[in-house]
């Protein structure tokens, strides 16, 4: 069962129920994945808008493994496009989870 407080959700995908957590390692491995300096630049990358499919693969990907997932990227990368309502709402929930919704969530990371 997700436990919001800590920034987990549950996500039915493609008729599997699953956990999704942003965990610092999966952060960091965003950081890596979107080649950006620090959660502020994360953040200001994930918060334009427009995110692709290699996007939401990353970061379902990301999440799915922060929630004790063993899945690879190019597992989720062979899902059906029917898939893609399912992913985006999953990924847009763990999004409002991890940085909360509207920017009230005083778990927001504070730059140094």
Known sequence: ???RRR???AATLGGERYTLCLTLGALAELEDAFA???LAALGARLGSGRLSAEDLAKLLGAGL????HEIADESIRAWPAACL???ASAVA?????TFGEGGENPREPQAD
Request: without cysteine; negative net charge.
């Open 1 to 3: 069962m997700a436990n």
């Open 7 to 9: 920034g987990e959700v």
């Open 36 to 38: 950006v300096a620090d």
């Open 65 to 68: 493994r922060g929630g004790g």
């Open 85 to 87: 309502p399912e992913v």
């Open 93 to 97: 929930e763990l999004l409002a989870a």
